[in-house]
């Protein structure tokens, strides 16, 4: 784990107030069991690197980095955002955080995979780090809905999980481990291979607001994708809600509607 890393844990789990420590008899044996998992499990899963949680501070996480081909750093951030707001539930996942000095964000995830009985639900928060051509990330909060033995309903801490003595814990853990890092890996390739709009309104777009002079992508990372969008000529209009629109000329917001 490299000092980028560290930094980012000390800053998310100092941060996030939802955060809680689990210090119970499972702890020790469930530290074990992932760290041996994730030093001698399988690298890669279906062509996915795998990125597997261990303990840290009595909290499962995952924490790793990734080196990227784009070396300009705000370029990464604004695309790793892009990515994110594209790919994110509107329903029920969203950008919590934009800190665009430090170059860091934090989403909140919310996944759900399976039906019926085989039906997994995982939420999450997953943050990111920039530097020098490096996305650092931390994926901590885990919390799990599941069936156990394919009838009881469970929603619990993922650090209650007994992987080492249950079968289906164990399929749940490397489940969220494949999940959460095809959407790390699918965010690095568009990080090297995408394209994205220069962004210049960073303090609105930290505060969660769309303002004259933005292009598309600003707007799409200050408040996320529009439910609806109409293309008139030189025109383009946005609508969030009946009372929140916003109208492009020639590409630039011209005039915000609230």
Not at 30 to 59: C, H, I
Not at 76 to 84: G, I, Q
Not at 205 to 229: D, K
Request: net charge negative; charged share 25%.
């Amino acid at each position: 784990m490299n000092l980028i890393t560290n930094k980012l844990i000390a800053i998310i789990l100092f941060s996030a107030a939802s955060f809680s420590i689990f210090a119970d008899e499972n702890s020790t044996t469930l530290e074990n069991w992932s760290k041996d998992l994730a030093q001698n499990g399988p690298e890669f899963v279906n062509g996915v690197k795998m990125y597997r949680p261990t303990m840290n501070d009595g909290q499962l996480t995952v924490s790793d980095f990734f080196e990227t081909q784009e070396k300009n750093d705000e370029t990464a951030l604004t695309k790793s955002l892009l990515f994110c707001i594209n790919n994110l539930d509107r329903t029920n996942e969203y950008i919590e955080t934009i800190e665009p000095d430090q170059k860091r964000f934090l989403i909140d995830r919310y996944i759900i995979d399976g039906e019926g009985k085989d039906e997994m639900k995982f939420s999450y928060k997953l943050a990111f780090q920039v530097t020098d051509g490096i996305i650092s990330f931390i994926a901590s909060d885990i919390t799990v809905e599941f069936k156990e033995k394919g009838f009881f309903p469970r929603k619990i801490k993922i650090e209650k999980l007994k992987p080492e003595e249950k079968e289906d814990h164990k399929k749940i853990i490397e489940n969220f481990s494949y999940l959460n890092s095809k959407f790390l890996q699918e965010l690095a390739k568009f990080v090297n291979e995408g394209n994205c709009q220069e962004v210049s309104h960073w303090p609105e777009i930290a505060s969660g607001h769309a303002v004259e002079g933005m292009n598309e992508t600003e707007v799409l990372i200050a408040v996320g994708r529009p439910i609806n969008i109409r293309n008139q000529r030189t025109k383009a209009v946005w609508m969030y809600s009946n009372d929140f629109v916003v109208i492009f000329t020639d590409g630039t917001v011209s005039s915000v509607v609230q």
